[in-house]
């Protein structure tokens, strides 16, 4: 019966499902990649012109208006870099990316560790359950409350 149904149907080319699907370029899908495009644009062209405007001379920043600087240079990066004392732009980077790695780490640390281990319950004796304990109790001090239950169902 199957070989029958195959041998009566006529088959199908990619232009027949092309076709049958509609076209790829509609209005309305144009338009939403058109808004899309300008919502790209909103956000990345300042970025670029921050870019832009770091790579000119200090005192080319004003008088030099195109987009592109005429000439280039790391002077800017080399001035705030090598500043020291006055402004200690590394340091502030290490202690943002400190701060970023630990605020990462920290939810997913205990969470890794799996609910057979359960760290909820054993908040006190364990490194990675202490500093989870903390920033519970930091941030949502119900939910400690809520842990209570679970813990007394063991």
Do not use: H
Not at 15 to 29: C, I, L, N, Q
Not at 43 to 68: H, Q, Y
């Amino acid at each position: 019966m199957a070989r029958t149904l195959e041998a009566q149907a006529p088959a199908r080319t990619d232009t027949a499902a092309t076709a049958e699907r509609g076209s790829r370029f509609t209005p309305k899908r144009v338009m939403l990649y058109l808004v899309l495009i300008l919502i790209a644009l909103f956000f990345v062209v300042p970025l670029l012109w921050m870019l832009s405007t770091s790579l000119k001379a200090e005192n080319m920043v004003f008088r030099d208006r195109g987009f592109i600087p005429a000439n280039p240079t790391l002077e800017n990066y080399e001035t705030i870099l090598s500043a020291g004392g006055s402004t200690p732009v590394v340091r502030w980077m290490f202690n943002s990316f400190a701060v970023s790695t630990i605020g990462t780490i920290s939810p997913i640390a205990p969470a890794s560790s799996g609910p057979e281990s359960k760290w909820y319950c054993v908040a006190g004796t364990s490194t990675i359950g202490t500093v989870f304990a903390a920033r519970v109790v930091a941030m949502r001090p119900r939910i400690v409350s809520m842990l209570q239950p679970v813990c007394s169902m063991s």
